[in-house]
């Protein structure tokens, strides 16, 4: 929220600056996002009064002025300007001046003669609207010269920024922030005027009824308004709007704006026309009402909604937005006022169904004080009669079903200072207290707080001990050593075994990469997804930002490939990335959570092929204790090469898929090299996991090593091979070692040499050749016959 730091000071006096005031404020738990001061960039531009002019004797479209800038001497300033006059009064930029855009000004020569500045337009000033302008700054001849240009012009504005946390909707106000600043400075502030006359000839409860048909509305009050002269603001509230963010529009409804940011209560203005029934009815819509709101849209509303209605037909949406026809126009005379209270969840959840948020919705969905709806109807027709546009009807409608009382909180002196480590007195939290306007009462070591309903943060004594420590000063709370100790809390399973993996692919020498979990609809051709796969069948966002973030991912394939194709187009030729994310399958029931399955993604290019790919995935295996897994060809995934592509089953649970990228993937993501990609559930992997080590000690006998290479139909697998190995040496083979897969000349058409170290070893004795050769042979026998494999003779 943007507070000027002018219009806090009329009703707080400020004696220090914006930044000072910042910092004060933050230190006092008011959190200051940015001091903006406009007109910071100007430096060493003052007001100067042209003596006389001059030609210059050298170039004929040039003059030659003496300035008085309230100086020992008068200034002498060379210029092309032809709009000004001897007498006049305008903007000097001295030796050593700063302009906007970091334009210096330095004395110097123009065409032979000294030249001590330059006189300044609007635009280099950096002060000049959407029109254009020519010529010279000329200011009003009573300007005292010398002065600082922006003390002239109030160019040196300071306007604090606030971050309003969402249990202080108090502070989304001029004045909630005039409070905490009287509080932080240790001084008073004032209300402002909430005087008005009115019209006794003619009362509102006559002329109108309020009816409330739902819980929903809090409150609902309406003060009514006749002789309307719909016109501009004046110029202090347009200012005053406009530093705080808000457009102008007209004297009406920038009153309505004006309440809303110096009081905190939002309030709409309805053409009293528009109520033709004279009957204000606060209701549910129907379902599949169709309502059009001023920002001309037409909303679908459904029976949650609350609306504001002329009888049965809705005029605005309670708490949200008023309706296109009920809005204030130049021939309107005559103004209902309307000031409520909504139920803050509802108008969230709706604000949010209709992607339509405002700064009234803003306020409302925090729980603003149902009590603020009269102080803010007293202000609205004060400020009708200060800008003279309209005569206040006497009387006023309030509809206030249950009203909020204050609470009483009673709290020891010595627990808040035994819970804050001070020694401050009960007579001093007491002042801290009422400083804040929580009016305290003392009784023996008791503090007795009566909290004002604008305090909804405010229910237990903890909170009490915060609004003390936070006046007395944070920074004034002497260190102490704790006399307890805490213990952190242990990490889940799931927890443990992500740090692991992620270590895992450090190591590795993988680089870890987030990408979002929602998506566009657009990825599944870019992955070449068949139509009727039922990864297309998605969870879609009630609300996205955009199309490109309106489901949620199926497959992280898309994300991976986003981050190759960056980095491939910043010329990385060396990338190695994983990701650890999510992806989400909607369920049968559709009122049921789609179910989220936790994946790792690795990818990579450059200086790589797929037994590089398969060793980082052996790794993490390896190091989650992964054991009877086996690896099978996969041949109908469309993201990966169809030759060069395995599954990871884990027993018969398929784990995951790794291998080549598919060529046509690549060429889709503009990738022009091999890459490599892998998807690992790692639920399936964790449930799989023991991570438990047991020791187990050196051999003490020496393993026989025995290498073969074979010959076998290029259709059978490495895994086959490997399986059958295994399961023909029995408990004698110790390892199985592939180190050479060839195709070439010497090898026949269709086939391939494969190429294995096998390590014998007996944990028991020393193996003789004749024990080794017997399950060697044993071992090519079984891949003869179940493989059909053949020992290479050369």
């Known amino acids: 929220?943007?507070?000027?730091?002018?219009?806090?000071?009329?009703?707080?006096?400020?004696?220090?600056?914006?930044?000072?005031?910042?910092?004060?404020?933050?230190?006092?738990?008011?959190?200051?996002?940015?001091?903006?001061?406009?007109?910071?960039?100007?430096?060493?531009?003052?007001?100067?009064?042209?003596?006389?002019?001059?030609?210059?004797?050298?170039?004929?479209?040039?003059?030659?002025?003496?300035?008085?800038?309230?100086?020992?001497?008068?200034?002498?300033?060379?210029?092309?300007?032809?709009?000004?006059?001897?007498?006049?009064?305008?903007?000097?930029?001295?030796?050593?001046?700063?302009?906007?855009?970091?334009?210096?000004?330095?004395?110097?020569?123009?065409?032979?003669v000294v030249s001590n500045g330059m006189m300044c337009s609007?635009?280099?000033?950096?002060?000049?609207?959407?029109?254009?302008?020519?010529?010279?700054?000329?200011?009003?001849?009573?300007?005292?010269?010398?002065?600082?240009?922006?003390?002239?012009?109030?160019?040196?504005?300071?306007?604090?920024?606030?971050?309003?946390?969402?249990?202080?909707?108090?502070?989304?106000?001029?004045?909630?922030?005039?409070?905490?600043?009287?509080?932080?400075?240790?001084?008073?502030?004032?209300?402002?005027?909430?005087?008005?006359?009115?019209?006794?000839?003619?009362?509102?409860?006559?002329?109108?009824?309020?009816?409330?048909?739902?819980?929903?509305?809090?409150?609902?009050?309406?003060?009514?308004?006749?002789?309307?002269?719909?016109?501009?603001?004046?110029?202090w509230m347009q200012e005053r709007l406009l530093d705080a963010g808000v457009r102008p529009i007209n004297n009406i409804v920038?009153?309505?704006?004006?309440?809303?940011?110096?009081?905190?209560?939002?309030?709409?203005?309805?053409?009293k026309r528009e109520i033709s029934s004279n009957h204000i009815v606060i209701e549910r819509a129907k379902a599949g009402e169709k309502f059009t709101t001023l920002d001309e849209l037409e909303r679908n509303l459904d029976d949650t909604m609350l609306c504001i209605k002329n009888g049965e037909t809705t005029i605005a949406l309670a708490g949200i937005m008023g309706g296109l026809d009920s809005e204030i126009k130049e021939d309107t005379t005559e103004v209902i006022f309307e000031f409520a209270n909504f139920d803050g969840t509802n108008i969230r959840v709706n604000s949010k169904k209709l992607n339509l948020r405002t700064e009234a919705s803003s306020r409302f969905e925090k729980d603003i004080d149902p009590n603020l709806a009269l102080l803010a109807a007293d202000r609205a027709c004060s400020l009708i009669e200060e800008l003279g546009c309209g005569e206040i009807i006497d009387g006023t409608i309030d509809v206030y079903p249950e009203i909020k009382e204050e609470k009483e909180l009673k709290v020891s002196s010595s627990w808040v200072n035994k819970f804050l480590g001070t020694q401050i007195s009960s007579e001093d939290m007491k002042k801290f207290l009422d400083r804040l306007e929580l009016n305290t009462s003392i009784n023996g070591d008791e503090l007795i707080i009566k909290v004002p309903t604008f305090r909804i943060d405010i229910d237990i004594k903890e909170d009490i001990a915060e609004e003390i420590a936070r006046i007395y000063g944070y920074n004034n709370i002497p260190m102490t050593i704790s006399t307890s100790t805490t213990?952190?809390?242990?990490?889940?399973?799931?927890?443990?075994?992500?740090?692991?993996?992620?270590?895992?692919?450090?190591?590795?020498?993988?680089?870890?990469?987030i990408s979002y979990s929602f998506v566009s609809p657009k990825v599944f051709d870019e992955i070449n997804l068949p139509k009727d796969s039922v990864l297309r069948n998605v969870v879609k966002i009630k609300n996205p930002l955009g199309e490109d973030y309106s489901i949620m991912r199926t497959t992280t394939i898309p994300s991976m490939m986003e981050s190759l194709k960056r980095n491939y187009s910043r010329n990385n030729s060396y990338v190695r990335l994983f990701e650890i994310g999510r992806t989400y399958i909607p369920n049968e029931n559709e009122n049921a959570l789609p179910k989220e399955n936790n994946i790792l993604t690795i990818g990579m290019?450059?200086?790589?092929?797929?037994?590089?790919?398969?060793?980082?995935?052996?790794?993490?295996?390896?190091?989650?204790?992964?054991?009877?897994?086996?690896?099978?060809?996969?041949?109908?995934?469309?993201?990966?090469?169809?030759?060069?592509?395995?599954?990871?089953?884990?027993?018969?649970?398929?784990?995951?898929?790794?291998?080549?990228?598919?060529?046509?993937?690549?060429?889709?993501?503009?990738?022009?090299?091999?890459?490599?990609m892998a998807e690992l559930n790692l639920d399936v992997l964790y449930e799989a996991s023991n991570t438990i080590k047991a020791y187990k000690p050196l051999p003490k006998f020496p393993a026989v090593t025995r290498d073969i290479a074979l010959l076998v139909d290029d259709s059978v697998l490495v895994g086959e091979i490997e399986d059958t190995i295994v399961k023909a040496g029995g408990s004698l083979v110790e390892k199985v070692t592939l180190f050479d897969i060839y195709k070439g000349k010497q090898i026949p058409e269709g086939k391939k040499s494969i190429a294995y170290a096998i390590a014998y070893r007996d944990e028991n004795k020393t193996l003789t050749d004749k024990e080794v050769n017997k399950v060697h042979d044993k071992i090519l026998r079984s891949l003869e016959y179940k493989l059909g494999a053949q020992l290479r003779d050369n």
Not at 630 to 651: F, W
């Open 122 to 235: 609007e635009e280099e000033l950096g002060i000049a609207g959407d029109e254009p302008v020519h010529g010279l700054m000329i200011l009003d001849p009573k300007t005292p010269l010398g002065k600082d240009i922006k003390d002239v012009l109030g160019l040196n504005k300071e306007v604090i920024d606030f971050e309003i946390t969402s249990n202080r909707p108090d502070c989304l106000s001029v004045i909630g922030i005039a409070r905490e600043t009287a509080a932080t400075l240790g001084t008073s502030f004032k209300m402002p005027n909430l005087k008005y006359s009115v019209a006794k000839d003619k009362n509102i409860n006559d002329e109108l009824k309020v009816t409330i048909n739902d819980s929903l509305c809090r409150r609902y009050l309406a003060r009514g308004v006749r002789n309307v002269k719909v016109a501009p603001s004046p110029a």
């Open 487 to 513: 213990e952190r809390e242990p990490k889940y399973r799931k927890e443990r075994l992500d740090d692991l993996v992620i270590e895992t692919l450090l190591s590795s020498g993988i680089n870890q990469s």
């Open 605 to 676: 290019y450059g200086e790589c092929d797929y037994l590089d790919l398969k060793g980082v995935v052996e790794n993490i295996l390896d190091a989650l204790g992964v054991v009877k897994t086996s690896l099978v060809r996969e041949i109908d995934n469309v993201c990966y090469h169809p030759g060069k592509t395995a599954a990871l089953l884990v027993g018969k649970q398929k784990a995951g898929v790794f291998g080549e990228i598919h060529p046509d993937l690549l060429d889709n993501y503009g990738i022009d090299t091999l890459g490599y």
């Open 1 to 112: 929220m943007k507070v000027p730091v002018y219009w806090l000071k009329d009703y707080i006096n400020i004696d220090i600056n914006g930044k000072e005031l910042g910092d004060r404020l933050t230190l006092s738990g008011s959190k200051v996002e940015e001091v903006i001061i406009s007109g910071d960039e100007i430096k060493n531009v003052v007001t100067g009064k042209i003596v006389k002019i001059e030609p210059h004797p050298d170039a004929e479209k040039l003059v030659i002025c003496q300035l008085d800038v309230a100086a020992e001497e008068l200034v002498q300033i060379v210029t092309g300007a032809n709009n000004m006059k001897e007498g006049d009064t305008v903007p000097v930029a001295l030796h050593g001046a700063i302009l906007p855009n970091d334009l210096k000004i330095k004395k110097g020569k123009l065409r032979g």
């Open 254 to 271: 920038d009153i309505t704006n004006f309440v809303m940011l110096e009081l905190g209560q939002p309030m709409h203005a309805f053409d």
